[in-house]
Nanobody, 123 residues
Framework: QLQASGGGLVQAGGSLRLSCAAS????????MAWFRQAPGKERDLVAA????????YYADSVKGRFTISRDNAKNTVYLQMNSLSPEDTAIYYC??????????????????WGQGTLVTVSS
C-alpha cells in the first residue's frame, strides 16, 4: 500500500530524493512520515508532514538538510535529502496514519508502512 523508492549509493555531500507512492484511500487526510533504521539501531522518525496545512516536523539531525513534502494529487510523499553524510546511511521507511489523524510528530501512531529503501552514503 506504500511503495518507497529513490534510495541508492551516494557520496558524502550529495543529494537524493525519496518518493513514497500510496495506494491507500484518502491519502490527503493522512499524516505521512519518513523513518530510518541504521544497522544495529532502532527505527527513528526523520520527518513528518500533517494532512492539513502542511505542517512539518524534522529530527534535529536532519534539520536544514532534509525537506518533506507531499503531492496529494499524486498520492505521493517525498523526502529531499541534501548534504548527506555517512551517518545518514540507513533503510528509509515511509509511513501513514489513520484518517484525519491530527498528530504527526514524535509519538504519533503510524498504521501503514512501506517496505523501505536503502540509502548508503560513502565517505
Amino acid at each position: 500500500q506504500l511503495q518507497a523508492s529513490g534510495g541508492g549509493l551516494v557520496q558524502a555531500g550529495g543529494s537524493l530524493r525519496l518518493s513514497c507512492a500510496a495506494s491507500i484511500g484518502t491519502f490527503s487526510s493522512r499524516a505521512m512520515a519518513w523513518f530510518r533504521q541504521a544497522p544495529g539501531k532502532e527505527r527513528d522518525l526523520v520527518a513528518a508532514i500533517s494532512w492539513s496545512a502542511g505542517r512539518t516536523y524534522y529530527a534535529d539531525s536532519v534539520k536544514g538538510r532534509f525537506t518533506i513534502s507531499r503531492d496529494n494529487a499524486k498520492n505521493t510523499v517525498y523526502l529531499q535529502m541534501n548534504s548527506l553524510s555517512p551517518e545518514d546511511t540507513a533503510i528509509y521507511y515511509c509511513a501513514a496514519t489513520t484518517e484525519l489523524q491530527i498528530a504527526y510528530g514524535p509519538g504519533t501512531r503510524y498504521e501503514y508502512w512501506g517496505q523501505g529503501t536503502l540509502v548508503t552514503v560513502s565517505s
